[in-house]
Structure formats: structure tokens, C-alpha cells
């Protein structure tokens, strides 16, 4: 198992949700991509995007003005 | 993944590209396929060079328009047209270019970029990626 690290801090629509997909096609099974980013819709966006590509969302938190997002590759 | 976007790209304007490209993207990242089928004023921005050039559809002003709303992208961080495009083939985007409209224009394959183009195409190869669409649109 990998641990994968994307920074979307500052980033607009529509990169975090490209760069978790990117990210996503990139990893094997049972990878954990950690992303980090500011851009509101995105923090409800890649959960929705994540349940469509039927991965496994492990933690969605927020750190400030940042929020975090884990993911689990099935 | 399941489902399926089809794009219809008829203008070249700037603000209406990036529009379909970002919802393009949108589709791809959340697990559909996506056509984007480029036709008339759409297939200059797959010319070599092209695809930054297309005029703001509004408030244009010989292009004063255009370079304040690039500025204003710029500062907001939003993508590029080369990255969103780049994105797009990256998570397996295809592009059907219009074969009437290259007549209609006098344009030729070797003025295209063909590293982007998957096939060349008419309108019952529209019809044939819409019809298993959930979301077809007409830019």
C-alpha cells in the first residue's frame, strides 16, 4: 500500500476533482490518496465523484482553511 | 464507471470551450465516458495554435475583452485551455472532428492537431455516441 499525496490548495474548478481522478487511474489497489485543498465545492464534490467510481472514502476533515479528503483505491 | 457525456462543440468562442471542456473534464472525473464532437466555428480551436484564440462570445472588443477575462482566470487560478485539454485526453477523452465543416472551411487534417483527434466524422456518428448519452449538450 502506497500513500499518495495531492495538493489542490488554491486550485479552481475543475482541477481538484480532475487531479483526484488522475490520481485514482494512476493507483493501485488498496492505495490511499490523501488530497488537500481551499476550493469550496470540491470538499463536496470528490465524495460524490468517489461513490460514482465506487472507491472507498475513508475521512473528510477540515484543518483551518483547508479541508482533507482520504481516499481508499477498491 | 457508468454513463456517458456527448458534447456537441459548435463555437470556437473562448468562454463557450472552456465551458464544454470543463464540463467534459467534470464527466471524466467522475467515471463517464466523453465525446466531444467539433464542428463549424468549434474546429479552429483544434487548428495548430488555435485553441486559446477563439473571441469572448460577449464584450469581446477586438479582443480587450477577451485579454481582461484571461487576466482575471489567471488571477483565480483557473486552468489553462492547454491543461484542461491535456487533461481531457489523459483521462480518456475522445474528439470526433466534423468532416463537412473541414469542406465548408478548406480546412486540412495536416492543419489539425491529430494528437488529439480520435476520428473524423459526420452527423450519424453524433447520433451514434448521443443515443447511449445520459447528458448530450449543444455548445
Known amino acids: 500500500m502506497v500513500k499518495i499525496d495531492l495538493d489542490c490548495r ?19 489497489k488498496g492505495d490511499v490518496i490523501e488530497v488537500v ?30 479541508w482533507v479528503i482520504r481516499i481508499r483505491k477498491v | 464507471m ?12 473562448f468562454d463557450k470551450v472552456i465551458s464544454a471542456l470543463i464540463i467534459a473534464n467534470g464527466s471524466l472525473s467522475m467515471g463517464m465516458d466523453v465525446t466531444l464532437y467539433f464542428t463549424f466555428w468549434g474546429l479552429n480551436r483544434l487548428k495548430k495554435g488555435g485553441l486559446e ?42 474528439i470526433i472532428a466534423c468532416e463537412m465543416t473541414m469542406d465548408v472551411m478548406g480546412i486540412k487534417k495536416e492543419d489539425l492537431r491529430l494528437e488529439l483527434i480520435d476520428e473524423f466524422g459526420a452527423v450519424g456518428s453524433y447520433v451514434n455516441e448521443a443515443r447511449k448519452s445520459e447528458i448530450t449538450l449543444f455548445i
Do not use: W, Y
Request: charge should be positive.
Open chain 2, 53 to 94: 484564440k477563439g473571441p469572448l462570445s460577449k464584450m469581446n472588443m477586438l479582443g480587450l475583452g477577451r485579454s481582461m477575462v484571461k487576466g482575471r482566470m489567471a488571477k483565480a487560478n483557473v486552468a489553462s485551455m492547454e491543461k484542461l485539454m491535456a487533461d481531457f485526453k489523459e483521462l480518456g477523452g475522445k
Open chain 1, 37 to 66: 485543498g481551499t476550493h469550496p465545492a470540491s470538499k463536496k464534490e470528490i465524495p460524490m465523484a468517489v461513490e460514482a467510481l465506487g472507491e472507498e472514502l475513508l475521512e473528510i476533515k477540515d484543518q483551518g482553511k483547508e
Open chain 1, 10 to 28: 488554491g486550485q479552481n474548478c475543475p482541477v481538484p476533482l480532475v487531479e483526484v481522478r488522475k490520481a485514482l487511474k494512476k493507483a493501485a
Open chain 2, 2 to 13: 457508468t454513463g456517458k457525456t456527448t458534447i456537441i462543440v459548435h463555437s470556437g468562442d
